[in-house]
């Protein structure tokens, strides 16, 4: 048995971990395409748009795409969590991503609004695909978990220092729950409580 492995450990929901760069990259791509367009460029507001149109399709597949194999591997093997395994909370989950990727965020951000320069709106629709295909990663993940009827975690101490890489090459094994446990849905979004009869 792996040190570590027969004591309870700090648990986080998979999907959450995919869902959590999805907001602030969607939002900062459709402000930096939205600045963007206001500046001619060197292409024109036309081709910068259709150029920002076909960059928001391929991010979109290519990140909503990108190493699904490795997300099903793990899910299909995963043990049970433990009664003593802590699971955290999505807000804490998802305020840890987002604090170790600030950044990055930022840098994302400033990067897009200075192509707009060059080829306007392209950089911020790029960003907004980025957002976008970890939103589509995240519903086909809670599609997976209503399937199963199960919810997928991960090790926290197997995740990256920032928060991320749920299925890095760190993460061994992913642990499952029932469909109820914890406060998010399948698929990452915040859980909505039942409305009293």
Known sequence: MARGEGRAQGLVRV???VRAGAA???WAGV???GVGVLVPGVTGRRVGVMAGAALFIVAAAVVSY???????????SAARAGKHDVLQDRAVSVRNWRR??????????????GGSFAVPAAGGMLLAGCGTGL????AWLGRRERAHDALLWVRVDWLAGNGGRPAGKAVRAY???GIAAGDAAPGGARRRTAALV
């Open 31 to 33: 402000f930096a395409a």
């Open 66 to 76: 990108a190493r699904r194999k490795r997300y099903t591997a793990l899910a299909r």
């Open 135 to 138: 939103r589509l990663k995240a």
């Open 100 to 113: 170790g990727h600030r950044w990055w965020l930022l840098l994302a951000f400033v990067v897009a609004l």
């Open 24 to 26: 602030p990259l969607w």
């Open 175 to 177: 642990r499952s729950t």
């Open 15 to 17: 999907a959450v971990v």
